[in-house]
């Protein structure tokens, strides 16, 4: 939403004038996007939990999809606020989904090179659309809305990528374990731990403690996100605990203004005194520069 944010199309199609004239609309169109995650990862968790994980990173793309193309196709403030709503709740299961996938059927050693990439992946993406942004103001000196309305519309391409590959990849082991399909589990880790032997040690341990771990799950009454939040009857699992060091990790990141960053540069630097163009140009920089000192 950076580059959108000062295009005059976009501005003058959500009410106001060829300058920002209602920045609490301005900001509430890009913070209602993340409510959306918000309510997307919550439901991610769960619905990965009863239809797969496969399954239900196929169903937030698709999502994402009809949200995203609502948002490229939008009209006014109204249908915009909706539209990203909708959006961000298929961003959010996805977001949520993918990660606890990638790490499910990988082994232990190589859980962190995975989550780094798919960071790389995420943040090359915001890179690319600063660009794409930078590149599109250009057209017509960016008064057309095809400057905000095709960089909302791309992301559309990558998530029916997204959905093919999903199809040929394989299910999580662990929650084929723990959904009546033990053998599919034990090929599944076969293929990743020791190229396809069933019997070897590696995979028999892992194996038998995906097991023990699904057992000692069910032996406390914590299943819901009450419980999760506050810890209550999770015994030796210690979930409240667990879930509030990985939220204010997430939380004391967002405090350091990263956010503000990537999506009100251009903004700000507008209020500084810069040209439109001089105003883009620094925005896409500080991301060209911000991707590999975050992956370092």
């Not at 793309?61 to 949200?67: D, R, S």
């Not at 959010?92 to 990439?117: K, N, Q, T």
């Not at 001089?278 to 991301?287: E, Q, T, V």
Request: with cysteine; net charge positive; aromatic share 12%.
């Amino acid at each position: 939403m950076s580059g959108v944010n000062i295009s005059p199309s976009y501005i003058v199609g959500d009410g106001s004038s060829d300058t920002i004239t209602h920045p609490t609309k301005q900001g509430g169109l890009v913070a209602i996007y993340y409510l959306g995650t918000l309510i997307g990862a919550l439901m991610g968790g769960a619905v990965s939990d009863k239809i797969g994980r496969n399954k239900a990173i196929i169903f937030g793309a698709i999502w994402g999809i009809f949200g995203t193309s609502l948002q490229s196709a939008a009209k006014n403030s109204n249908w915009m606020l909706c539209a990203r709503i909708l959006a961000g709740i298929g961003t959010g299961v996805v977001s949520a989904v993918i990660p606890v996938w990638g790490s499910e059927l990988v082994s232990h050693d190589s859980r962190g090179m995975v989550m780094a990439f798919e960071m790389f992946v995420n943040y090359a993406g915001i890179s690319t659309s600063y660009w794409l942004e930078y590149l599109l103001a250009m057209v017509n000196h960016g008064h057309t809305s095809i400057r905000w309305r095709f960089p909302i519309g791309f992301p559309i391409l990558f998530m029916i990528i997204l959905i093919i590959s999903m199809v040929f990849m394989p299910e999580s082991p662990r929650w084929d374990i723990g959904n009546g399909k033990p053998e599919r589990g034990r090929r599944t880790l076969a293929v990743f731990r020791a190229r396809g032997d069933v019997n070897h040690p590696e995979v028999e341990a892992e194996f038998n403690e995906i097991v023990a771990a699904i057992e000692l799950e069910k032996e406390y009454p914590a299943q819901t996100y009450l419980h999760l939040v506050t810890g209550y009857k999770s015994g030796d699992l210690h979930l409240g605990r667990r879930t509030f060091l990985a939220a204010w990790l997430q939380i004391m990141q967002a405090w350091t203004g990263v956010t503000s960053v990537v999506v009100y540069a251009p903004t700000l630097f507008r209020i500084a005194g810069f040209s439109q163009h001089k105003a883009r140009s620094p925005g896409a920089m500080i991301d060209l520069w911000y991707r590999p000192t975050n992956e370092s």
